[in-house]
Nanobody
Framework: VQLQASGGGLVQAGDSLRLSCAAS????????MGWFRQAPGKEREFVATISRDGTATHYVDSVKDRFIIFRDNAKNTVNLQMNSLKPEDTANYYC????????????????????WGQGTQVTVSS
C-alpha cells in the first residue's frame, strides 16, 4: 500500500495550491479518503474527507469555502484544492484512506483511517 502526496510548497497568503495523492496497492474506489495536517508542536488534525463514491464531502470549519476535496477513481487519485491560503494553514499535509462500510460515508477522525501517506509540506508566508 502506498499513498504518495505531492504539490506542497512555499506560497504567500492569498495564493492557491493543489495537493495530490496517488494511491496504489489497494482498491482505491472502496475507500473513503481524507486529508489531515500537522503543524509543528501541534497534533495532527482533520482537514477534509470524501466518500468512496465521491458524493459526500466534509471539511473542518476553518477551511470551509476555501478548500475543495475531490477524487478520480479511474486514476486512483485524491486532490485538495486550497484557495485563499492563510499563514495558519502552514503544516505538513497527509492523505489517508479509510475502509468505510457505505459508499456515501465520510470519516473525520484519525482512528477511522487505515493507511497514511508520508506528507507534503505547505508553508504560507504573510
Amino acid at each position: 500500500v502506498q499513498l504518495q502526496a505531492s504539490g506542497g510548497g512555499l506560497v504567500q497568503a492569498g495564493d492557491s495550491l493543489r495537493l495530490s495523492c496517488a494511491a496504489s496497492g489497494f482498491t482505491f474506489s472502496s475507500y473513503g479518503m481524507g486529508w489531515f495536517r500537522q503543524a509543528p508542536g501541534k497534533e495532527r488534525e482533520f482537514v477534509a474527507t470524501i466518500s468512496r463514491d465521491g458524493t459526500a464531502t466534509h471539511y473542518v470549519d476553518s477551511v470551509k469555502d476555501r478548500f475543495i476535496i475531490f477524487r478520480d477513481n479511474a486514476k486512483n487519485t485524491v486532490n485538495l484544492q486550497m484557495n485563499s491560503l492563510k499563514p495558519e494553514d502552514t503544516a505538513n499535509y497527509y492523505c489517508a484512506a479509510a475502509n468505510l462500510l457505505a459508499a456515501w460515508e465520510v470519516a473525520s477522525t484519525r482512528q477511522r483511517y487505515n493507511y497514511w501517506g508520508q506528507g507534503t509540506q505547505v508553508t504560507v508566508s504573510s
